[in-house]
């Protein structure tokens, strides 16, 4: 991939803010930048680094494709789970990491039928 895929545009950051009707302080805060930093980069006044950009998709729930224009698609494409904030779900996951395919699939269906009546 050439550099100018990953670049950010700033309509599409604005965009993942506004999905998840954040204030530019509180996307700022949500990502570790400061408001005056998060501004520059929805101004485009700045390009984050290639690091920042990821982490700003991943605390935006989005993905890096979505916010350099790679794709229309805002859903996440990475997820990370955190061992101390989401214990039984890093749990489940670490099991089930070394499933088959045929077990994942019976497991997520399984889950579907147990959720349907929330």
């Known amino acids: 991939m ?3 895929a990953n670049t950010l545009i700033p309509e599409r ?3 993942a803010r506004e ?3 954040l204030s530019k302080a509180e996307a ?3 990502i570790g930048l400061t408001a ?3 501004v520059r980069y929805e101004a485009g006044d700045r390009s984050p680094s290639p690091q920042v950009l990821t982490s700003i998709a991943e605390k935006l729930n989005t993905s890096v494709a979505y916010l350099s224009g790679n794709t229309d698609d805002i859903s996440p494409d990475v997820i990370s789970i ?3 904030n989401d214990p039984i779900l890093f749990e489940l996951i670490t099991d089930v990491q070394s499933a088959d395919t045929a077990t ?3 497991l997520l269906s399984y889950y579907r039928r147990l959720t349907k009546n929330d």
């Open 13 to 15: 950051l604005k965009s």
């Open 36 to 38: 005056a930093s998060y």
């Open 19 to 21: 999905h998840l009707n």
């Open 28 to 30: 700022a805060r949500r």
């Open 82 to 84: 955190n061992k101390y």
């Open 2 to 4: 050439n550099h100018m």
């Open 104 to 106: 994942m699939q019976r």
